[in-house]
């Protein structure tokens, strides 16, 4: 009997001890994946001269969530920081026509 | 239609297309008036504030407010950027390794050159400030160059600029396309909105001169380099031009670029230029 019990709790435990790992495996994939488009979309706001202070400190706090092993929160950042680095991207080509609107006449 | 004549139109379209992608790239120099500009430019300020005369606007935030202008008066009795002057002082007249001296870079041996920097150099076709020339005149004698955000380079500026106060800026743009060019990117640079903050010089310098930005009262954009460097007590040292550009940068939460970078230089270069005609009062200090 309480092998009847033990067994089907270890096997639960392992499958949830499984699942999670595989959870975490994926967070992490998804960690990398968010962390690698933030990075690609910050480096474009460096060919515009536009990069934000706030997207670098995103990113560094993103990899340090990854470097504790909390890839939810390092994920969360890493698409934080994308989001950032967009909006920097799109004030930077906005701005090539829009600086003009500021100008003294 | 023969095969030929076909080719023929199909090349001239082709050229058509590409003339028409390239054409908005092309800098159009004849759009570019600088002496208009400046006169906007003035016209805005001195009527933003008709009680200013044209020279108290190089005394910053000072003019602004009359309590500042009171403290700044007493300030000056004992100013706080004289140890850099007198640093700045015997650093220029102290010859290099090889013998020679910064007198040696400089028209008039450097004294009283101030107003006259930024210039446009034709042979490079750039903008070159007095903190790069500086730093070229030591690099060509075998010196190290100084950081353009620390002291050495603030305390020579600092020299520089108290032989030149009072000296009304004289900035001079040659007919050449590249330093219209020059002088239009340092316009757009002026005007463009950056930083997380979406702020362009002209949110602070143009929009809300006077106002305050939390204890900060916000110099006006006329005149603004000619009190350059500057000692300021938030800093509790001097800046440089080049400290003011990156700190500027980064207050908005935009990245700085490298100190004398073409924008930096741009921008200096329209800046001074709008001031032209008021006077050097450099070195400055701010609160």
């Known amino acids: 009997m309480r092998n009847r019990t033990v067994?089907?709790?270890?096997?639960?435990?392992?499958?949830?001890?499984?699942?999670?790992?595989?959870?975490?495996?994926?967070?992490?994939?998804?960690?990398?994946?968010?962390?690698?488009?933030?990075?690609?979309?910050?480096?474009?706001?460096?060919?515009?001269?536009?990069?934000?202070?706030?997207?670098?400190?995103?990113?560094?706090?993103?990899?340090?969530?990854?470097?504790?092993?909390?890839?939810?929160?390092?994920?969360?950042?890493?698409?934080?920081?994308?989001?950032?680095?967009?909006?920097?991207?799109?004030?930077?080509?906005?701005?090539?026509?829009?600086?003009?609107?500021?100008?003294?006449? | 239609m023969k095969l030929r004549t076909k080719v023929q139109l199909s090349l001239a379209a082709f050229g058509l297309v590409l003339l028409a992608f390239a054409a908005p790239s092309v800098f159009a120099a004849d759009k570019v008036d600088p002496v208009a500009d400046a006169k906007a430019f003035k016209k805005f300020f001195y009527e933003k504030f008709p009680k200013l005369k044209p020279e108290d606007f190089v005394n910053g935030p000072y003019s602004m407010n009359e309590d500042l202008y009171k403290q700044w008066q007493e300030k000056e009795q004992f100013p706080p950027y004289e140890f850099a002057l007198e640093a700045?002082?015997?650093?220029?007249?102290?010859?290099?390794?090889?013998?020679?001296?910064?007198?040696?870079?400089?028209?008039?041996?450097?004294?009283?050159?101030?107003?006259?920097?930024?210039?446009?150099?034709?042979?490079?076709?750039?903008?070159?400030?007095?903190?790069?020339?500086?730093?070229?005149?030591?690099?060509?004698?075998?010196?190290?160059?100084?950081?353009?955000?620390?002291?050495?380079?603030?305390?020579?500026?600092?020299?520089?600029?108290?032989?030149?106060?009072?000296?009304?800026?004289?900035?001079?743009?040659?007919?050449?396309?590249?330093?219209?060019?020059?002088?239009?990117?340092?316009?757009?640079?002026?005007?463009?909105?950056?930083?997380?903050l979406n702020f362009s010089c002209a949110t602070c310098h143009v929009q809300s001169p006077g106002e305050r930005v939390r204890t900060e009262v916000l110099a006006p954009a006329l005149g603004i380099l000619n009190a350059m460097p500057i000692y300021r007590s938030e800093w509790s040292g001097m800046g440089t031009t080049s400290r003011r550009f990156t700190t500027c940068n980064s207050q908005i939460r935009g990245v700085p670029l490298t100190p004398q970078d073409d924008e930096y230089r741009n921008v200096e270069y329209y800046l001074s230029y709008v001031s032209n005609g008021l006077p050097i009062s450099g070195p400055g200090a701010r609160p």
Request: overall charge neutral; glycine content about 6%.
């Open chain 2, 88 to 196: 700045g002082k015997e650093m220029f007249s102290k010859p290099f390794k090889n013998g020679k001296t910064y007198g040696d870079c400089f028209a008039n041996k450097g004294i009283g050159v101030r107003q006259d920097y930024p210039t446009f150099d034709e042979k490079e076709g750039k903008v070159i400030t007095l903190e790069l020339a500086l730093n070229r005149c030591r690099e060509a004698n075998g010196e190290p160059p100084f950081s353009y955000l620390r002291d050495e380079m603030a305390s020579l500026t600092a020299y520089m600029a108290f032989t030149s106060r009072g000296k009304p800026f004289d900035i001079k743009i040659p007919n050449d396309p590249r330093a219209l060019e020059a002088y239009e990117k340092g316009k757009e640079y002026f005007y463009t909105r950056r930083g997380q």
């Open chain 1, 7 to 105: 067994i089907p709790a270890l096997a639960l435990l392992l499958l949830i001890c499984g699942a999670s790992a595989a959870a975490a495996a994926g967070s992490e994939e998804e960690y990398k994946t968010a962390y690698a488009a933030a990075e690609a979309a910050n480096k474009q706001a460096a060919t515009l001269r536009n990069q934000w202070t706030t997207t670098a400190s995103t990113l560094a706090a993103a990899k340090k969530f990854a470097d504790g092993g909390d890839f939810e929160k390092a994920t969360a950042s890493a698409r934080e920081a994308e989001a950032l680095a967009k909006a920097s991207i799109f004030q930077a080509t906005s701005e090539k026509e829009r600086w003009r609107d500021l100008e003294i006449r």
